[in-house]
């Protein structure tokens, strides 16, 4: 089988060293022209962490990362609210959260990858399913037929406007600005993620690497269509917050503050048409409320490994509609509790976040945990 990947991004290339892992025969192809390794920090949960310890073969990525043991939200004074242990007792994970820094995740995976497996500057312009096998038009005016052609190409997915023409990005109404600063604070720990909550926002903070006091941040608010906040703007909305929360932000520099809106997708309907399949943010780009985006993506690309590999029938299809049926569902209900989450978070009146409102989506959520891939 000869697999054609779109998107070089984490997904993407987790999913071709995953396949190729698994003797399966797949190229990546990329509209960018060059690797998309900036950015700031990535959570990985423990469920995902098990996919890469897979993908990468052995334990030294470890090394590379932060484990986060705890998710902690706290009132706009500062005061702990609630706190979460990321694997909880009974469930048996055997591997602990991981805060990266994207590009250190982008070159671990990478290197998994000759040089001549990803191609640059060829972005999808068009497919075609042309008998048992699927046909690709790029930019460059090149084209190829593949078996199969998996569409990790984002929220803005080109393939998805073929898989799935009906299913577009929405607006959530919120915007959130990201940082990534050498900070140190006793208000601050080196084992968890951290949120501070105000009215309909949020600051949330991750160390990414303890010895060096490297921190990221992720501060998220309603825009209402009005202009987005620069660094000094963060820092007006976030006064009622603790002091070091804004000295950090303020500590970061303005050209390294990443701002935009945020869009989802809500992952109904057709995952996968003809030779051509969906998986990650091209289908259900959700809100980074608990940073669950890459672990979904990485769940969906162990699925479709397992579908593609393990299926007996001569047809592709019936293994396509097996990952379709595993992959849809599960994202489906992790959508519905991050939802949840940022309903709370971001929409209900100030105060509302307290322990006997988050127990119960927390309880589901560690629910969806004993269904994971692994």
Known sequence: MRVAIIGAGLNGLACAVMLKRLGVDCVVFERGTGPRDSGTGIYVWPQAMQVLRFVLKDRAFLSRGQPIEFLDTHDKHGRLVHSQPVRPAGLGLPAPAMMFLRTELFRLLADRLDEDDIHYGMGCESLENVGDQVRLTFTNGHRFDFDL???????????????????VPHDTGLVASRGVVNFDSPLLHSDRCQIFTSRHSRVVTYPLNKATSLRYWFAAYQHRNQPLLDRQGLLELFAPLPQDLLRMMGQTPEEDILTHKLKALTGEGQWFRGRVVLLGDSIHAMLPTLGYGLTLGLENGFMLAQALVGHCDESLEAALQRYEIRAARRSREMLQVMNDFTRLYYFEPEGEVSPARLAPIVQRFQELAQSTVF
Do not use: E, Q, Y
Request: hydrophobic share 35%; aromatic share 6%; no cysteine.
């Open 149 to 167: 052609a998996v569409g990790a190409d984002g929220v803005s997915s080109t393939t998805r406007s073929f898989v799935n023409p009906g299913l």
